[in-house]
């Protein structure tokens, strides 16, 4: 019975009861919530559950496999871990909003049609957008209406894809879907809004940076990594993946070197792992899927701990621009350990997360000939590890000393990020724990003499790098400033079209209202000179006045009689 | 009593920043120099060349950084560029 249910509608649910609840006993109910779903989701049987009819459709709100249970136990962990770092935070509205987005993420995990796929999609970004609208400034505002804006697009397209495929195969059930057809497009722009694609990213280093310190870790769990699992779940094996997951590995990290907001480099560095992950799927072996599904999983923990440990940063300090921060490691210690192990993890170090997974993905990109592919994805490991693994630490903890000495992160935030920094480390050094939860069996050994030598040559040379370049002078320092990014394309090019066009249209009205005026001014003027108190036609009397017009028609009528 | 910022830290020191940065180049040296020994089976020819990750990763990152610079030129923009 208790399988009919998606264990993302106890989140879902729950929300409903946290307003009845204050204090202690709603921080309860907000860490029993993801407990309860996890209960269950480790009850569940593989296989379709709680279907029923609708409107002669058969959806599937249950379907459980081992792609469908991997993601869900991270965003499940995700959630608890959230839970914990938002303790402090007394706001109904982001504590139910992160609840709907949470639920929906994970109900959508298990849609096994398309339909139920798109409700929770939906559900999503409804509360995710809430979490943005949470901070309640002015730049949150329009960046959380910009970001409503491209979820919804998606979320349209997701929805007449579905209906173009019902039309087709007179099903909706979420299968391969593939690029052959038209619906199969849509959707394929629909998820590739969600993660990010080139072009289409923008709206994640927009909205991620103006959210609450605790929307924000929750922002970097979800939605991009639904994309992926619904990408890996319709289009396994697309060729254009490859090189599309390529460039998202490649080019954010341009951004990132130069962006002054940590919170917006950390964005920019979350793109640069989904391209891991979606190169993972174009591949499309069982190797490359296992590894698409094992570093979704690391990079939910340590990206979560990155913003975790920014979060604290500016709810400590009130900035997170790199321009005014530095040597806060002397007052905020467990924060910058926690900080240095996501770096770490992130960076692919031997002995932390990202070592086990992201290798997976690049093998299977060596096992399949892709040269090019494999020589922009070592780029970018180098690079993530340049922004992200030093970095943020440095220029957050470290660098010249900024003189601010904040108190040290709150218990609770502390606590969360110890756990995941533990599950960071432990899965780094355990990797068949992570391993066995893949859809499909492993085959690889991640600890071999030669993998953790190259690993720590490409790392280390590019510390060697920064080194060099910091003690040259040659690194580009932290500036208050904000770099031009697609966004520009809407938000100052279309803006000013609309603009230009809009003054066009006033212009042309004025002129129109002018011509009008003269216009109705010469007649008046006209009238006036023939009528008016000094005009020919009002010296008469109106009786000669009458007498004149009656004689006047007399004679045209005569004129008109002869001719 | 105790205030942390009157405190001195161990990285306050510029002789022992110095020493971390040596740090850093010495593990360069010994990584390359064992590159000799070992052993590879990676499919592509370049990954067989001697030191090819650590001067990949060290080349990669130099260019990376530059040609970030050199964006800022183009990208650069005040903060409150977008605020009208």
Redesign the interface.
Not at chain 1, 454 to 465: C, R, Y
Not at chain 1, 479 to 484: C, D, K, R, V
């Given at each position: 019975m208790m399988n009919e249910l998606s264990p993302g509608l106890i989140l879902i649910i729950g929300a409903a009861l946290v307003p009845i609840f204050r204090g202690y006993a709603r921080s309860a109910l907000m860490l029993a919530l993801p407990v309860a779903a996890f209960a269950l989701t480790l009850s569940l049987p593989h296989g379709d559950h709680g279907q029923f009819e609708l409107f002669g459709l058969t959806l599937t709100t249950v379907r459980v496999d081992g792609f469908s249970l991997i993601f869900a136990y991270v965003f499940l962990l995700a959630s608890l871990l959230g839970m914990i770092y938002a303790l402090h935070v007394d706001d109904t509205l982001q504590q139910v909003a992160s609840l709907i987005y949470a639920g929906s993420a994970i109900s959508a995990l298990f849609a096994g049609d398309l339909l139920t796929l798109f409700v929770f999609w939906e559900g999503t970004t409804v509360g995710s957008a809430i979490l943005v609208f949470s901070a309640r400034t002015d730049r949150s505002f329009a960046a959380g209406m910009r970001y409503l804006i491209v979820q919804i697009v998606s979320g349209v397209l997701l929805l007449s894809g579905a209906a173009l495929l019902y039309v087709d195969t007179g099903s909706i059930a979420f299968g391969t879907i593939g690029l052959e057809t038209t619906a199969g497009i849509l959707i394929f722009i629909a998820f590739g809004i969600k993660c990010a694609f080139p072009l289409l990213h923008n709206w994640l280093q927009d909205s991620y940076p103006e959210a609450t310190v605790t929307g924000t870790v929750f922002l970097s769990a979800f939605t991009t990594k639904l994309a992926v699992y619904a990408l890996a779940r319709g289009y396994p094996g697309t060729e254009i993946l490859v090189p599309i997951g390529a460039a998202m590995t490649a080019f954010p990290?341009?951004?990132a070197?130069?962006e002054n907001d940590l919170r917006r480099v950390l964005a920019y560095s979350l793109n640069n792992q989904l391209g891991f992950m979606v190169v993972g799927i174009g591949i499309g072996t069982e190797l490359s899927l296992n590894g698409t599904a094992a570093h979704a999983f690391c990079h939910v923990i340590y990206k979560a701990l990155l913003f975790m440990s920014m979060g604290a940063v500016l709810f400590r300090v009130g900035t997170i621009k790199g321009s005014e921060l530095g040597g806060l490691?002397?007052?905020m210690p467990w924060t910058a350990g926690f900080c240095i192990v996501g770096a770490a993890s992130i960076s692919a170090f031997p002995l932390f997360s990202g070592f086990v997974s992201k290798a997976l993905i690049i093998t299977a990109a060596?096992?399949g000939?892709y040269?090019w592919t494999?020589l922009v994805l070592?780029?970018a490991s180098?690079?993530v590890f340049?922004h992200s693994g030093i970095k943020i630490p440095y220029f957050a903890f470290?660098a010249h000393?900024s003189g601010k000495?904040p108190p040290e992160a709150p218990m609770n935030m502390l606590v969360a990020m110890a756990i995941s920094a533990a599950l960071c480390i432990g899965i780094g050094v355990f990797p068949a724990s992570l391993y066995g939860l893949l859809p499909f069996p492993v085959d690889y050994v991640p600890y071999t003499?030669?993998h953790v030598?190259?690993?720590?040559?490409?790392?280390?040379?590019?510390?060697?790098?920064?080194?060099?370049?910091m003690?040259t002078g040659?690194?580009?320092p932290e500036?208050?400033?904000?770099?031009?990014?697609f966004d520009w394309f809407y938000?100052?090019f279309l803006f000013n079209a609309a603009r230009a066009l809009l003054d066009t249209g006033d212009r042309l009205r004025a002129r129109l209202i002018d011509i009008i005026n003269r216009q109705l001014s010469r007649f008046m003027s006209e009238l006036y000179r023939h009528h008016g108190p000094s005009g020919l036609l009002a010296r008469t009397w109106p009786t000669g006045s009458m007498a004149f017009w009656a004689t006047f028609l007399l004679v045209a009528y005569l004129v008109f009689y002869f001719l | 009593m105790d205030k942390p910022y009157d405190r001195k830290y161990w990285l306050d020191n510029p002789r022992n920043v110095d020493r971390i940065v040596w740090l850093v180049y010495g593990i360069c040296a010994v990584l390359l120099a064992i590159d000799w020994f070992v052993p590879k089976h990676g499919p592509f020819a370049i990954e067989h060349w001697f030191g090819f990750y650590g001067i990949y990763g060290f080349v990669a990152c130099v260019g990376l950084v530059l040609a970030a610079k050199e964006l800022r030129r183009i990208l650069m923009r005040p903060e409150d560029y977008y605020d009208e």
């Open positions: 990290i341009f951004y070197v130069i490691y002397k007052t060596m096992d000939g040269f494999w070592l780029f180098a690079g340049h470290f000393d000495r003499v030669e030598v190259t690993q720590l040559q490409l790392l280390m040379f590019s510390a060697l790098a920064f080194s060099v370049l003690r040659v690194y580009p500036l208050p400033s904000i770099n031009l990014d938000r100052r | -």
